[in-house]
């Protein structure tokens, strides 16, 4: 599996998660214009966050499912 390393991205509130085995994606608002990753420190704690994801892979109308995942929690150092 390829990784790649992440440089930047947004702090986002009210958010809607978006992850399968391939893709994550997040969208809501507000969010903040940028924060880069080397800003973030890890706390060595975790919490549960909802997600959603296509059932059983089929995209199509009315075929979304949420999940929960335990994920862990970065703090921003609260520089840019």
């Not at 924060?35 to 995209?59: A, F, H, S």
């Amino acid at each position: 599996m390829r990784h790649t390393r992440l440089v930047s991205g947004n702090i986002t509130f009210n958010y809607s998660a978006f992850r399968d085995d391939r893709v994550v994606s997040c969208s809501g608002g507000a969010g903040t214009i940028i924060t880069y990753t080397d800003r973030l420190v890890p706390t060595g704690e975790t919490m549960l966050i909802w997600y959603w994801r296509w059932k059983n892979g089929y995209v199509e109308g009315d075929n979304g499912e949420e999940y929960a995942m335990n994920v862990y929690v970065w703090e921003w150092d609260g520089t840019n």
